[in-house]
């Protein structure tokens, strides 16, 4: 009478092996993948970048263009800072899984060109965002960019989508810059 344990012990082993492999192949990926993922849009609006300016460079503004705002009305949202400039921050609390908890800061400004942002979503990591403005015909270019970290191998692989996350958010989020500054 044969033995059936041989096949099945060669059948784990195999699926060791496949384990095995596919594992290296995450851990080694992950070594050669970027450290950091950045996503980017850009829109044109008919307006002057100091209109434009006036708006982004504002965060109490920003319940008048961010997609954020939208997807939850209710979060809560509180400000620091004399208004508009460099230390700035607006904190937000939200039920609302894709909005959670976090804060924005403003870090930097070049009047009618630039602002830059430090975002700290408190576990899920931070970020840098940045929107740049340049004169463009009659109109202005706005560049909307997020800059994040990728600290580990699992947040590695993670940045592979980010893009396809945020991407459509920024899409959203200028689309609204864009009606507000040219309706106002």
């Given at each position: ?52 300016f006036a ?75 940045t929107v ?31 893009d396809r ?20």
């Amino acid at each position: 009478m044969k033995r059936v344990e041989v096949p099945m012990k060669k059948f784990a082993l195999w699926v060791f092996y496949i384990l095995l492999g596919l594992f290296l192949v995450f851990v080694a990926g992950g070594f050669v993948l970027p450290d950091k993922a950045h996503v980017t849009r850009s829109t044109v609006i008919n307006a002057p970048p100091e209109k434009i300016f006036a708006v982004v460079s504002d965060l109490r503004r920003a319940k008048d263009w961010s997609p954020w705002f939208v997807l939850d009305p209710q979060m809560t949202v509180t400000f620091e800072g004399e208004g508009a400039g460099v230390g700035q921050k607006m904190s937000w609390s939200s039920q609302h899984p894709n909005v959670g908890t976090g804060s924005q800061q403003t870090i930097g400004l070049i009047e009618n060109k630039q602002v830059v942002a430090a975002l700290d979503f408190g576990e899920m990591g931070q970020a840098t965002a940045t929107v740049d403005l340049a004169q463009e015909g009659a109109g202005t270019r706005v560049d909307w960019a997020l800059d994040v970290p990728l600290r580990n191998i699992i947040e590695r692989w993670f940045g592979l989508i980010m893009d396809r996350m945020v991407g459509p958010d920024f899409e959203k989020g200028l689309a609204n810059l864009k009606s507000y500054a040219e309706a106002n």
